[in-house]
């Protein structure tokens, strides 16, 4: 748990405005409900866009080689936190309201947003921060791919030479995803399907 935050008395401490106002105590606390609810963070594999989720929900994965935390103004900031809450927030509208993940996305940026400035710290600091890491993951090969990554964010941005590369990655006998057929699958599957489109496009 960070200690750079208000949250560890949050819980003890009286809000002076109704709790249906605006309050980053409430946030605050808000964050650590969500937090006791998720069933695990995994920070052991490759995530393309940084983060993302199990196909179940129940595992949020951040990528290994994103820092734990950042430097700002004298202190470090605990980066999971903020991913978590995007990441949750995502999931549940696009499994629950069956929204686009483009849609999900800007909700759950915003949300992440709010939590981040609830905590004293600028958007512009921490997203030029998280920035620097997409830059620099995007070209990298995927060598820990987790087997039940969710790849809805991957088809619905239309990213085929992302969904390539993961594709060949679990096609490597050497990838541990390569065990996990079903991974396999999934990915042929959406490669087929966007060609299959691109191709009825032409006709």
Do not use: N
């Amino acid at each position: 748990m960070p200690q750079d935050c208000c949250h560890p008395i949050a819980a003890h401490e009286k809000l002076r405005i109704p709790d249906t106002y605006v309050s980053s105590l409430m946030l605050d606390r808000a964050l650590d409900a969500i937090a006791r609810r998720v069933g695990a963070i995994d920070r052991e594999h490759d995530i393309p866009y940084l983060a993302g989720y199990s196909l179940d929900g129940r595992r949020i994965y951040i990528d290994r080689h994103l820092p734990p935390t950042f430097r700002y103004r004298g202190r470090d900031v605990a980066v999971d936190r903020y991913l978590l809450l995007h990441e949750e927030v995502e999931k549940t509208l696009i499994d629950q309201l069956h929204l686009h993940y483009q849609h999900a996305h800007q909700i759950a940026t915003r949300a992440e947003e709010a939590a981040v400035r609830a905590d004293g710290i600028s958007w512009r600091a921490y997203d030029r921060f998280m920035q620097q890491y997409v830059k620099e993951m995007g070209d990298e090969r995927l060598t820990r791919l987790p087997d039940d990554l969710d790849l809805k964010p991957y088809r619905d941005e239309h990213d085929d030479d992302l969904m390539r590369r993961m594709a060949a990655a679990a096609a490597d006998p050497r990838h541990p995803a390569h065990a996990d057929a079903a991974l396999r699958r999934r990915l042929d599957r959406a490669l087929a399907k966007r060609a299959a489109k691109q191709e009825a496009s032409k006709a």
